[in-house]
């Protein structure tokens, strides 16, 4: 009974916060020490670089207090670096929250940072960069510098993006880092669910376990109507290769390869972000960081 | 002449008993995983108020989203049909008909002499329909039915995201950490549903006399806001829920008329 009981309190949702300092290279007082802080709905991403390359990194979820939470991811970005916050030149507030970064000198829309952040990633060949944060989903093309040419954005509605996620692994209790993998793991792909509406998924999965399927069938079949959403922002947008996926849900497997099969077009494999830093999750905030080192260079001209 | 209509709607089946152009006897059960067991349930309630036995019924109709798997039914009706032919019975006047259910709304439009001419509906999507103001009740830790008297109290509304039920539940948390009022909340609430509701209803033209039903329609925080966004009077029967239900016994009436004819 009281493992019954410890089972119900385990939140699937919540995903594992992290950070990283790349101390291969150690910062001297002269370099130019750029942070950019990415503060979403769900996660709050810090990146801090020098001279333009990434040393570090904090992701962390985002409270109910987002000056709070900007502050606290960019203190985990600095943990152990022995940077302090007198030592950043120039910091970029971006994402949902921009606007409530305290310490930043100028906010920039998380569109132009996550292409910005992308074209850092990948390299210039990037033209299409689908990122699903938290609460809204983009379709986003650039030039060969990282530069937006179009947009599209879903921020209406949660079926596809990150929050929605959450609900459905907490719905099936399935950890929401495993959900990608659990996806795949059916035999043969069932049709995707009718009604993408988070809210009414709710229902429908339970009446679809009541008639016998597997946690993983639904899952499969309610990843499958994700991506087919956000396969039609792509189309709708234009898809150039190459292309790329940022936000949270690009560690989403399951997401990440229905896409693939619903465009025919394979994604830019994702670097091994635990070796060198270039972690899509962050692009954002790398986009913001690479920002302000170009701010403040603008700044030392005049 | 008896005849009974049974809707089967998402979160309850309502059944009304009508005979001779009155309603003699309504039920009522909660859909469940068995909505056909439900139906059972709110006809011998139905039957029981109206003092009469299923043997008594000439024809029965069912309508609402799982109409097909009603027991006993000789015929069914699509719920826009069923809705305008209970405006028109409410309210002869009734030329734009608003039917808001847990799962789904729709707006009906109906000519001179009662006729439908035109549809829209609101599926797929939780918040616009009674679902929307049942999270947020949920997330504001407040019985349903207090949702409204509470938003009356209100002076102003405080934004929230009224696009979708899962970022409206966090704009709800947020604003309680913002230690925005309850009130204030609930009638956030209603106002961005009223929004919803209201865009929905013009694209087919506000024509008077407007007339609201289903369940959501008991809500005098909605009623409220819907008015002050419409802008104009809104007719609610004393029972919007049953609406669904007479508008399929009419259907019954007629077909049976007919039949007998």
């Known amino acids: 009974m009281s493992d019954v009981a410890q089972k119900e309190d385990v939140e699937y949702w919540r995903w594992q916060e992290y950070h990283r300092v790349f101390s291969n290279k150690k910062w001297k007082n002269k370099d130019i020490i750029t942070a950019g802080v990415d503060v979403g709905s769900v996660g709050s991403k810090a990146a801090i670089m020098i001279d333009g390359e990434v040393y570090s990194w904090g992701v962390m979820r985002t409270g109910s207090n ?18 302090r916050l007198n030592d950043l030149k120039y910091i970029v507030g971006t994402g949902y929250g921009r606007v409530n970064v305290p310490m930043a000198n100028k906010a920039i829309t998380e569109i132009a940072c996550h292409a910005k952040g992308a074209n850092y990633i990948w390299g210039p060949s990037v033209r299409t960069v689908l990122d699903v944060g938290g609460q809204d989903i983009k379709a986003i093309r650039c030039d060969e510098t990282g530069r937006v040419t179009s947009f599209l954005m879903n921020d209406k509605c949660a079926a596809g993006t990150g929050r929605g996620m959450e609900v459905f692994a907490d ?10 993998k659990v996806s ?19 229902t429908e999965a339970v009446g679809l376990l009541r008639k016998g399927w597997s946690k993983e069938k639904v899952l499969a079949a309610y990843t499958r109507a994700m991506a087919v959403r956000m396969s039609n922002l792509i189309s709708r947008v234009g898809l150039e290769r190459e292309f790329v996926i940022t936000g949270g849900q690009s560690k989403n497997i399951g997401i990440v390869t229905r896409i693939e099969t619903i465009l025919g077009v394979k994604c830019l494999p994702t670097p091994n972000w635990r070796e060198n830093g270039l972690d899509p999750m962050v692009a954002g905030a790398i986009g913001a960081a690479l920002f302000a080192k170009a701010l403040y260079e603008k700044e030392q001209k005049q | 002449m008896i005849t009974a209509g049974v809707d089967l709607g998402t979160q309850s089946v309502k059944v009304v008993i009508l005979k001779d152009g009155s309603v003699v006897g309504r039920g009522k059960a909660f859909s469940g995983f068995d909505p ?18 299923l043997s008594d019924l000439s024809h029965v109709t069912a309508t609402g989203a799982s109409m097909a798997l009603a027991p006993k039914a000789d015929s069914t009706v699509s ?10 019975f409410l309210f002869p006047k009734a030329r734009t008909i608003i039917d808001i259910g847990a799962e789904e709304a729709r707006a009906v439009k109906c000519d001179d002499r009662g006729v439908m001419v035109e549809f829209v509906v609101n599926e797929r999507c939780a918040a616009g329909a009674g679902a929307f103001i049942e999270a947020m009740a949920r997330a504001l830790e407040v019985k349903l039915e207090e949702m409204g008297p509470l938003s009356l109290k209100a002076e102003r509304a405080s934004p ?27 009638r956030a609430v209603f106002d ?22 289903g369940g959501v329609a008991k809500d005098v925080g909605f009623v409220a806001s819907l008015k002050r966004k419409l802008g104009i009077d809104i007719l609610i029967p004393e029972f ?21 004819k």
Do not use: Y
């Open chain 1, 66 to 83: 987002s000056p709070e939470s900007a502050k606290k991811a960019l203190d985990w970005a600095m943990e152990g670096t022995g940077l």
């Open chain 1, 171 to 180: 719905l099936l209790k399935i950890p929401i880092e495993d959900i990608g």
């Open chain 1, 184 to 202: 795949l793991s059916v035999e043969e792909e069932p049709p995707p669910v009718s009604c993408t509406c988070v809210a009414f998924a709710k």
């Open chain 2, 36 to 53: 056909a067991k439900a139906a059972e349930q709110a006809m011998d309630e139905a039957l029981m108020t109206a003092n009469l036995s």
């Open chain 2, 79 to 88: 719920m826009m049909g069923a809705d305008a032919k209970a405006g028109i």
């Open chain 2, 160 to 186: 929230i995201n009224a696009s979708c039920v899962i970022f409206g539940e966090s704009d709800v948390v947020t604003l309680i950490h913002r230690q925005e009022s309850k009130p204030e909340i609930a």
């Open chain 2, 192 to 213: 961005a549903m009223a929004d919803r509701i209201s865009s929905m209803v013009h694209r087919l033209g506000v024509n008077p006399d407007v007339v609201l039903l």
């Open chain 2, 240 to 260: 919007p829920e049953f609406a669904g239900a007479l508008g399929a016994a009419l259907t019954a009436a007629s077909k049976a008329e007919r039949s007998q």
